[in-house]
Nanobody, 121 residues
Framework: QVQLVESGGGLALPGGSLRLSCAAS????????MGWFRQAPGKERECVAAISWSGGNTIYADSVRGRFTISRDNAKNMVYLQMNSLKPEDTAVYYCAASKVMMVTCKHDYWGQGIQVTVSS
């Protein structure tokens, strides 16, 4: 069983930046592709970005491509989401997730508790 804990959320100005971090424990970190999802009020959960076990392959939602970057540090069992040029529509609860597979995917099996990101002036 993989446990995931997010940190780094909060309030940002439009055009600003935030970096989300996710600490993983339990299991073997490199056995899992990882991802970041978000859910805004009244909307379905969206796969924002995902990364393969090695970090060599990534995918992004069209809405964030070019602004967000997912990365991982396998030595530290950490995954990150660097969010730049933030927009009010990026406001949501963000979730870190781990997949049972190693290849990049938006199908995940383990979830963090979520962290709020609010973009507002």
């Amino acid at each position: 069983q993989v446990q995931l804990v997010e940190s780094g959320g909060g309030l940002a100005l439009p055009g600003g930046s935030l970096r989300l971090s996710c600490a993983a424990s339990g299991g073997t970190f490199t056995s899992h592709a990882m991802g970041w999802f978000r859910q805004a009020p009244g909307k379905e959960r969206e796969c924002v970005a995902a990364i393969s076990w090695s970090g060599g392959n990534t995918i992004y939602a069209d809405s964030v491509r070019g602004r967000f970057t997912i990365s991982r540090d396998n030595a530290k069992n950490m995954v990150y989401l660097q969010m730049n040029s933030l927009k009010p529509e990026d406001t949501a609860v963000y979730y870190c997730a781990a997949s049972k597979v190693m290849m990049v995917t938006c199908k995940h099996d383990y979830w963090g508790q979520g962290i709020q990101v609010t973009v507002s002036s």
